[in-house]
């Protein structure tokens, strides 16, 4: 797993980069202290693949733990 900031003053986030990541990916969310409002950016191809469970990990986990 790699993890670049993005700095932007205090606007900085970070991105984080890796391979079978997204069961864990709420955990990396919560960790850097990130807003429970988030936007998720993929194309259709990727969301059809891993959408419905990228948003069911992030709501179980972030949103109604």
Do not use: C, H, M, W
């Amino acid at each position: 797993i790699e993890k670049i900031t993005v700095p932007l003053g205090s606007r900085s986030y970070p991105i984080i980069i890796g391979t079978n990541i997204l069961d864990d990916l709420a955990s990396y969310l919560i960790e850097v202290n990130f807003p429970k409002r988030i936007a998720i950016i993929s194309n259709s191809q990727i969301d059809d693949l891993y959408g419905e469970r990228t948003v069911e990990r992030y709501e179980k986990l972030v949103l109604n733990p």
